[in-house]
């Protein structure tokens, strides 16, 4: 059986508390790799959140408004087999 990976934000910087202003996918949902899964904006860019691999969405961390600093945990997303 495969393991379900949490999606977490990777590095953004020196920054903390970033707003969610997108979440693109929801649970159930199939993702490709590299698959843009939520969309995070701080006062001097915009950085999309992608899928690791592809797979099936779990479940969804994350709503729109909320805030999220690195780690934060974004998806549980259950692989696609090879």
């Keep these: 059986m495969t393991q379900q990976l ?3 934000v990777p590095d953004i910087g020196d920054f ?6 997108e979440v693109l996918v929801a649970a159930g949902e199939a993702v ?3 698959q843009s899964l939520i969309t995070l904006e701080s006062d001097k860019a915009t950085m ?9 969405i779990e479940s969804v961390a ?3 408004g909320d805030t999220v600093s690195e780690g934060a945990l974004v998806a549980q997303l259950r ?3 090879a």
């Design 32 to 34: 490709a790799a590299e």
């Design 6 to 8: 949490e999606v977490k």
């Design 48 to 56: 999309e959140v992608p899928a690791p691999v592809a797979g099936r």
């Design 16 to 21: 903390s508390d970033i707003p969610v202003i």
């Design 79 to 81: 692989p696609s087999r």
């Design 62 to 64: 994350l709503a729109v």
